[in-house]
Each structure stands twice: as structure tokens, then as C-alpha cells.
């Protein structure tokens, strides 16, 4: 089970910090993505992490703004959003796949597990 926290609404320019709190089979890893999706629009990778946290990775859009990480002793995963724009306003969730590897990608249908997801709005 996934559960996304941290929405909400902000200025341009301001900063949130959204939480993914993972519940899983014990002895299973994870790799971690988060998605958003605005009205009209088609969901869009955001960020993401392999299932070591060794390599993150993010979409065009808020690369240098967003930053994604990982507690392992609170099973959750964080993204860190600044210098927020209007563009950024979305319905964000995060996913989860299985994995064993390094391997990791940011097509939505690869991932088994997905969360409510949280609201932010960005006022210009």
C-alpha cells in the first residue's frame, strides 16, 4: 500500500514537501516513482528512485527543483518541490514496482502499485 501526503496550496516560487509512505511484503524492494496528472492532460513522469536509492532520477520539467528521496527506517519516500510554478499544479501519486535490480524506468504501466494521491495547487 502506498499513502501520499503533503498537498496542498502554495504561491509560485514557494516550496512543499510530499511524503509517500510505503507499506509492503517484509524482505520485498521497491522501486519508487512519483506521477502527476493535471485536467486534460495525460499523466507525466516526475521523479524516481531505483530500489538501492543509489541513482534518482526526474522529468525535464522539474529537473533542478525537485528532489526525490528515501528513509528506509520510516518506509518513506519524499519529494522535495521548490520554485514552484502554475505549470506545476497536478494531482501527484507515487507508484511502486518490485525490484531487484538497478533497474529502473518512468512508464507508468510498469508499475503494480499506486497511491490516492495528493492535490497541489500552484497561484500565480
Known amino acids: 500500500q502506498l499513502a501520499e501526503s503533503g498537498g496542498g496550496l502554495v504561491r509560485t516560487g514557494g516550496s512543499l514537501r510530499l511524503s509517500c509512505r510505503t507499506s509492503?511484503?517484509?524482505?520485498?524492494?521497491?522501486?519508487i516513482a512519483w506521477f502527476r496528472r493535471s485536467p486534460g492532460n495525460a499523466r507525466e513522469f516526475v521523479a524516481g528512485?531505483?530500489?538501492?536509492?543509489?541513482?534518482?532520477y526526474y522529468g525535464d520539467p522539474v529537473k533542478g527543483r525537485f528532489t526525490i528521496s528515501r528513509d528506509n527506517a520510516k518506509n518513506t519516500v519524499y519529494l522535495q518541490m521548490n520554485s514552484l510554478k502554475p505549470d506545476d499544479t497536478a494531482n501527484y501519486y507515487c507508484a511502486a514496482r518490485p525490484s531487484f535490480s538497478d533497474y529502473f524506468t518512468s512508464r507508468d504501466y510498469e508499475y503494480d502499485y499506486w497511491g490516492q494521491g495528493t492535490q497541489v495547487t500552484v497561484s500565480s
Open positions: 528512485l531505483s530500489w538501492s536509492a543509489t541513482n534518482t
Open positions: 509492503g511484503q517484509p524482505g520485498m524492494t521497491y522501486s
